[in-house]
């Protein structure tokens, strides 16, 4: 099975799993490391993830991976947080950070810089408008390699 359905199908498994809890999600990703298969899921949650919820997210797809067996080879199961520098994944993530502080990163140049760090003040399918410094950037979201809530120390 290729990576792509091997994913789709993970997510239609991972959602099974966690449909009765009060978490989600985020990401699904499987990769080679040092030589060994990992199935990376992310969960998200309103409040944060903690260890617990990592566990029991762990324990309950392990259980359906093991009765749907999607994956041929050997690999090991990795639940965790996608952490607070996150990438916006959906609108809701745009919606979620407006008038937030984030963080831009672009594939090519927009005014001589390929980072922005800025108030999201609004967006659509096309573009973002940032407030950097008083001044409004538009940029557009497919020239947008990355994109996260700003931290602030």
Partial sequence: MDKKNLIKNVTVIAEKAVRNTDLSIFDIEYVRESGINILRVYIDKEKGVDLEDCAIVSNLISDELDKDDPIDE???LEVSSP??????????DYKNNLD???????YKK??????YIGKLKSFNNEEIELEENGEIIKISRSNITKINKGIVF
């Fill in 74 to 76: 050997a690999y090991n």
């Fill in 83 to 92: 952490g607070i520098d996150r990438p916006f994944k959906s609108d809701e």
């Fill in 100 to 106: 937030n502080l984030v963080e831009v990163k672009l």
């Fill in 110 to 115: 927009l005014n001589d810089s390929k980072m």
